[in-house]
């Protein structure tokens, strides 16, 4: 499955592609059934949709998809950043210092940057800050959430784009991290805030 998900990210499998067992079966050189299981599997991911009689395909991509996934993420993010701010431990603090060094260390509009090493970094560090907010339930919705995020997330951070034009986290990252170590809830929300907008704004564009 995650060799599928990753041509889907990187956008080597585009949104609207129909998906044929008997071609993804040459192209991953696997056998038939663990390709079903894989789409199956990403199907719960919404990552492909499958239509009853007609066959099975990546996903589409839409404003209205786009605008929708981040407005969820933003409200539930919202309150688990302020427990976790509030509950937060030493260990808490020194994850996200870890997470945010390491998120660091890669940029992605680097020609030579592993997406999918960037990407899991990010990942890492935005869990990090919400991990102490202790509250289960919520964090596995933001993590179905974010999941699906990823799709578009990959559009804004594309190499396909001219230099000038990559990603670029314009120092949002570090001054999150320093908001939440901090304990500032309100400067930390309106990062967090600011940085969802400038990604719907940009991803937009490039939809």
Request: proline letters at 3%; a negative charge; hydrophobic letters at 40%.
């Amino acid at each position: 499955m995650e060799v599928i998900r990753q041509d889907i990210l990187l956008g080597k499998l585009t949104p609207g592609q129909k998906l044929v067992v008997a071609d993804l079966k040459e192209r991953y050189n696997v056998g038939a059934s663990p390709i079903r299981e894989a789409l199956v599997q990403l199907s719960w991911k919404k990552y492909v949709k499958f239509a009853p009689q007609k066959g099975c395909w990546v996903a589409p991509v839409s404003i209205e998809e786009l605008q929708d996934l981040f407005s969820a993420n933003n409200v539930i993010s919202r309150e688990l950043l302020t427990r976790a701010i509030t509950q937060g431990d030493e260990a808490w603090e020194l994850n996200i210092l870890t997470t945010y060094h390491k998120l660091s260390r890669l940029d992605p509009a680097l020609d030579d940057t592993d997406l999918s090493e960037w990407e899991q970094r990010h990942s890492d560090f935005h869990t990090a800050i919400l991990t102490s907010a202790n509250s289960p339930v919520m964090l596995d919705i933001y993590n179905d959430i974010y999941d699906q995020i990823k799709r578009y997330r990959h559009i804004w951070v594309s190499k396909t784009r001219e230099a000038e034009d990559r990603y670029n986290d314009q120092g949002e990252h570090e001054a999150l991290m320093k908001a939440v170590l901090d304990r500032d809830i309100e400067l930390a929300q309106k990062i967090m805030q600011t940085h969802f907008e400038r990604a719907v704004d940009d991803i937009k564009n490039h939809l």
